[in-house]
């Protein structure tokens, strides 16, 4: 039976999920993996410790998972994302491994505690916001629903950047959370693949006198794997996240060998291993930067390389069979590249025509849209694609001939719309559009939220979906209820469970059993005690971070997301500053208690967006310092918002705060998190907002605001912001005192700019919805001065938000887009 050399698959006893067994494991890592004893071993060790074994234990169920899915031979489904938001692992891996309370109690046996450990774990931040965590949701949930779904990424050694805030400000500095080693990395040192740059391109006639191509006197850069294990929940099915690393290539030897340069070499292999050093930020000045684009290249080159060689190995060479067994999925644009790599290797190193080829490919992919927003979409200057990935380009151009004429053949003559759909931009430097290229090379292209979907096809891609009315699909996002109710929310997730069991953890929609519970006094009472104990936890966390005091009982109104002009934190912020002047004007006016929480980073060359934090500082100083609003208003910015802080925050909030201009959020995943936790939701007809709301009731949600066809007429019928502020006194007075330094005494101008392009053009209608959004917020007060009216709301919330669970989310992938089924194993 066993080829020679060739070991049959080790069989394997699960170690053990006891206490004994892990305290044994504990002293054994600590000793021989870590090289210290228990005298001199510090938390951090411990921590390491402890991930040591538990990794062991699902390592050995994702070898088995690998071999039941090599064995069924089925489809894979591969997740391409440059970004993964995945938060600390060791809590969520105890929860899913049912092992927490073992695990507890073999730290007990050294005089350790779980909880304080897994506080020094790092944060793994390999990504910018919701489309980051998205991708690591959908793999939470691949890996729960026994799906053979593999995560493909860049393992960035330093993530998003560590918000400071210094005198009001952000302040940027970089996160190395490697710093003490990855201890649930395994690393692949052999799992190597070469990606070529720059170079030229030569053609030849092969044996059958065929046109062919060949890139060459390229440079040379070598991805390194690095696999992160992804437990499901409760089940033995521990699915891959591989992160490529960048190496130097030993051509690099060679060359300086050659050229008696040695120094010089080493420099140059420390240079190429730089391509994976740092994640950008979502931040459009950021955009034409060549090592971006090199990422990306070496991301895709590397991943699709890897997929081949895992279905050449088990179906041979026979490609035609690629699209039954591969499913490439492109988390936006970023690795849209992939579409041209796998035609580039489909035409150059296995020879196949050009039609077979780019039916394959295109069969094979498929794309997830995330923004409709000009100038968040991929355009790649020509010249830099030309000089960076030459063959790339031509086939770019290929591609587009072809798909040309076939625009010309159905619309002749159609001069306008061929340049509208062409993937070259001819405006402004000639251009690659990477939401076309998605478009044409993928079988399956989906929005993240129905309205976003039905934009889609309305707008950006209105004549592909003309020409291809069957491509654009919606799958409305959804989150993990393991890490954003389970994990996060003790108290609630307690609750639940003690009235409905604990199924809805794997299965959220059953979390419908708890609408009765809504009508129940004693019910509503406990849930109050729940959000009560995770209120207070919060007020702790922000006293000995901030040295502010909030009060449990007030309303905590709560904004987290990156700080964007179109998500309008600053509609929030008049909205503050209107309560500041109705609360001072009127001792006696007590709306509610409130204490308005927001968190967020901002690009670090996006100046507005930092400038909106500063304000959001300046206001906060002034309201928390004046008497007056003791009791009655408080504001708190929370720094350094990441998944963890997340953990922390979600689970206090009262209400959540979603009010982009309806249009401009694709989904938003915040919503979905908030709502689970209890919180309600106040904000615009806008992405899921418009789902939730269908699902929660109308009753239980505070909507407001133009919706997105109003706010496209009011643009296209001429807006005019200086108009409302004129016709709106209250509005006139907070901007009049933002724009004089009220909030900035001793810098009157801080936000004269600011208040005046607000004036001139408001780009995000904050005026127009500014009034609507304060009536809202009243509305919002008096639902809050009757406590068991709110938490009846709050627990109908619960119970429907079901279907935001992103198991659904995939279900719908895998049926709608990927057509692959669970593969159970033992
Ligand atoms: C993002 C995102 C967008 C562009 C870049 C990075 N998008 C991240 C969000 C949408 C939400 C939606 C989530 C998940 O679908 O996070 O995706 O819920 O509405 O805003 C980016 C990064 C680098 C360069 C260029 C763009």
Not at 480 to 499: E, G, V, Y
Not at 537 to 551: K, N, S, T
Request: contains cysteine; glycine residues 8%.
């Amino acid at each position: 039976m066993a080829t020679p050399g060739r070991l049959r698959p080790f069989p394997l006893g699960y170690l053990g999920l006891d206490a004994a067994s892990l305290t044994e494991a504990l002293a054994d890592k600590l000793v021989h993996d870590i090289g210290k004893d228990g005298t001199h071993a510090t938390d951090r060790d411990w921590l390491h410790a402890v991930i040591r074994a538990v990794r062991d234990r699902l390592i050995e169920r994702a070898l088995e998972t690998e071999r039941a899915y090599a064995a069924a031979g089925v489809r894979r489904v591969y997740y391409l994302s440059m970004e993964y938001l995945l938060g600390r692992a060791l809590g969520n891996a105890l929860l899913n491994l049912d092992f927490e309370e073992e695990t507890r109690a073999a730290l007990a046996a050294y005089g350790r505690e779980l909880e304080a450990l897994e506080g020094l774990e790092e944060d793994a931040a390999l990504g910018n916001g919701g489309l980051g965590r998205l991708a690591a949701c959908i793999l939470d949930s691949m890996a729960t629903l026994r799906l053979p779904g593999y995560g493909y990424g860049i393992r960035y050694e330093y993530g998003l950047f560590r918000q400071r805030i210094e005198n009001g400000e952000q302040v940027e500095y970089p996160e190395s959370w490697l710093r003490y080693g990855n201890p649930w990395e395994f690393p692949r040192p052999e799992r190597l693949y070469p990606v070529h740059f720059g170079g030229r391109v030569e053609s030849y006639r092969d044996a059958a006198g065929r046109l062919r191509f060949r890139w060459v006197d390229t440079e040379e850069v070598i991805a390194m794997a690095y696999d992160l294990p992804v437990p499901g929940w409760r089940t033995n099915t521990v699915n891959t996240l591989r992160l490529w690393g960048a190496k130097a290539s030993r051509e690099l030897d060679l060359r300086a060998f050659n050229a008696g340069e040695y120094v010089r070499a080493v420099e140059r292999k420390i240079e190429s291993e730089k391509l994976t050093a740092v994640l950008y930020p979502d931040d459009t000045t950021e955009r034409g930067r060549e090592l971006r684009l090199r990422q990306e290249h070496f991301f895709v080159s590397a991943t699709v390389q890897d997929i081949l060689a895992r279905f050449r190995q088990e179906h041979g060479d026979d490609l035609a069979r690629l699209p039954d067994k591969v499913s490439i999925q492109l988390n936006d644009t970023h690795p849209a590249l992939a579409i041209v790599e796998l035609l580039r290797l489909l035409l150059d190193e296995h020879g196949l025509d050009w039609d077979t080829a780019w039916d394959l490919t295109r069969r094979t992919c498929s794309y997830t849209n995330h923004t409709l927003m000009p100038e968040a979409l991929e355009r790649w200057p020509v010249a830099l694609m030309e000089r960076l990935l030459p063959r790339h380009l031509q086939l770019i151009y290929e591609i587009n001939r072809r798909f040309l004429e076939e625009v010309n053949h159905r619309h002749p003559g159609d001069v306008t719309r061929l340049r509208a759909l062409s993937l070259i931009d001819e405006e402004g430097g000639r251009s690659v559009r990477m939401a076309h290229l998605a478009f044409v090379g993928s079988h399956r292209v989906n929005g993240v939220a129905r309205l976003h979907t039905r934009l889609m096809r309305e707008t950006l891609f209105r004549g592909f979906h003309e020409l291809w009315p069957e491509r654009i699909v919606n799958v409305t996002n959804g989150v993990t209820p393991r890490r954003w109710l389970h994990h996060a929310n003790r108290p609630l997730a307690s609750l639940i469970s003690s009235r409905i069991g604990h199924g809805w953890v794997g299965a959220l929609e059953q979390l419908a059993r708890l609408e009765p519970a809504a009508e129940e006094a004693a019910f509503r009472e406990a849930f109050r005690a729940a959000k009560r104990a995770c209120k207070a936890r919060l007020a702790d966390l922000v006293r000995e971070r901030l040295g502010i005091a909030i009060d449990p009982d007030s309303l905590y109104d709560v904004q987290v997301k990156r700080i964007h002009e179109y998500k309008r934190q600053l509609l929030n912020v008049l909205h503050v500053v209107t309560l500041y002047n109705r609360l001072r004007a009127d001792p006696h006016y007590e709306p509610a208690p409130r204490t308005v929480i927001l968190a967020g980073k901002a690009a670090p060359g996006y100046r507005v967006a930092k400038l909106i934090i500063r304000l959001i500082h300046d206001v906060a100083a002034v309201v928390n310092a004046d008497p007056a609003m003791r009791g009655r208003l408080r504001v708190v910015f929370v720094p350094n918002y990441d998944v963890t802080t997340a953990e922390d925050i979600i689970p206090a909030a009262d209400l959540s705060e979603q009010i982009s201009t309806a249009g401009t959020e694709a989904s938003g995943t915040g919503c979905m998190k908030l709502g689970l936790n209890g919180a309600l939701l106040i904000g615009t007809l806008d992405g899921a907002n418009i789902e939730i709301r269908e699902a929660v009731g109308e009753g239980n949600v505070f909507t407001f605001g133009l919706d997105a066809d109003a706010a496209a007429a009011l643009r296209a019928n001429g807006y005019h912001p200086r108009a409302r502020y004129e016709a709106e006194p209250e509005l006139k007075l907070a901007l009049d005192m933002i724009r004089g330094g009220h909030f900035s005494p001793g810098e009157p101008d801080r936000y004269a700019a600011l208040v005046e392009s607000l004036l001139a053009r408001d780009r995000y209608l904050v005026l127009a919805d500014y009034t609507d959004y304060v009536a809202c917020q009243q509305r919002v007060a008096e639902a809050w001065r009757d406590p068991d009216g709110w938490s009846r709301r709050a627990v109908l919330t619960v119970a429907r938000m079901g279907r935001f669970s992103s198991d659904r989310t995939v279900r719908d992938y895998a049926e709608r887009v990927w057509g692959v089924r669970p593969v159970p194993h033992e």
